[in-house]
């Protein structure tokens, strides 16, 4: 039971980081479009990409818990 914990941990790693893949590249493609808004669209594009990866960092701890602690 604790592997299917750890897999879908994992699953939502991988998700993690396609998802702040997918967010820089419509960030730099909506810079690409519009250069004269890009401080305006970086700013909002690094705090989701925090968000994202804060969301990241709390899976891994709860992996790393269910791996030894368990």
Do not use: H
Not at 22 to 36: M, Q, T, Y
């Amino acid at each position: 039971m604790n592997f299917i914990g750890l897999g879908i941990a994992c699953l939502a790693l991988g998700l993690s980081a396609l998802a702040e893949g997918f967010a820089v590249s419509k960030g730099l493609e909506s810079i690409g479009r519009n250069p004269s808004s890009a401080k305006d669209i970086r700013s909002t594009m690094i705090v989701g990409v925090a968000l994202i990866e804060s969301c990241a960092i709390y899976i891994l701890v709860v992996a790393i818990l269910m791996a030894f602690v368990v």
